[in-house]
């Protein structure tokens, strides 16, 4: 996979870059790359944003800014699925984790200010996507969340390779949440562990876990 990074704040991504599992997929052959908007601007001193027409707070990221950056990073090659960074987009989940990981070239477009001119989401953009109803300062942290759901579900990402493949929201779990887990001391200050998981029965913790699942799933509905 290649994962590419536009944003006017690269260094944001320093940690995240360095992090086990993200290293784990650009060992076995993933490409992660930054765009600054600023480094190919077609405006002077390295504008990007401007003011809303009809007024109003904050400044926001030109359509002619974002164009320029997409097309000095692609120019005429294919252009990858290309993700917008928004409160009011699709609401990100485990499904479309799924489905980001499956591409072969994903580009995650972070906002900044009071976002992004509407014809970026609207032409240049396949989707755009919110991790939430809330109003963060800025894409990096929203596209690091995406990144980072995307990325782990690829082959060698995490330590064991079964690691994600039975986790909350999977299809392994019918899209349940995940059910509880214990591990040592089996009884601390008088909380112990159900008698069920210290057993040894493979088939009655399997039976548990479905059943905790399923009940986690009906109480958050
Ligand atoms: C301050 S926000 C803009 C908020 C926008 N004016 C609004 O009210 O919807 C700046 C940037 O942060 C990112 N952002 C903020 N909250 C987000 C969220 N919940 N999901 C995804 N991106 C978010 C977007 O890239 C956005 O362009």
């Known amino acids: 996979m290649r994962l590419d990074f536009f944003t006017l704040f690269p260094a944001w991504f320093d940690w995240f870059v360095g992090q086990r599992h993200v290293q784990n997929v650009v060992r076995d052959g993933t490409r992660i790359e930054f765009f600054n908007y600023r480094e190919s601007t077609p405006l002077s001193a390295g504008q990007v944003d401007d003011a809303p027409y009809g007024g109003g707070a904050g400044m926001v990221l030109r359509v002619d800014v974002v164009d320029a950056a997409l097309q000095a990073a692609y120019a005429d090659r294919a252009r990858p699925r290309v ?3 928004a409160p009011t987009g699709r609401q990100f989940d485990e499904s479309l984790a799924v489905e980001l990981a499956a591409e072969p070239h994903l580009t995650l477009l972070c906002g900044r200010y009071e ?18 109803r809330y ?15 995307v990325l782990r579900k690829l082959p060698g990402a995490l330590g064991h390779p079964d690691g994600a493949a039975e986790e909350s929201f999977s299809a392994a779990l019918d899209g349940a949440p995940e059910y509880p887990h214990y591990t040592r001391p089996p009884n601390y ?3 112990k562990v159900p008698d069920v998981l210290l057993s040894g029965d493979h088939e009655r913790v399997r039976e548990w876990r479905i059943e905790r699942s399923r009940r986690r799933a009906a109480s958050s509905r």
Do not use: C, N, T, Y
């Not at 976002?115 to 939430?132: K, Y």
């Open 135 to 149: 109003v963060l300062s800025g894409g990096e942290p929203a596209a690091m969340v995406v990144a980072d759901a």
């Open 115 to 132: 976002g992004f001119d509407e014809r970026i989401v609207d032409h240049l953009a396949d989707d755009a996507i919110s991790i939430g």
């Open 189 to 191: 200050r008088g909380w």
């Open 83 to 85: 993700v917008v960074l």
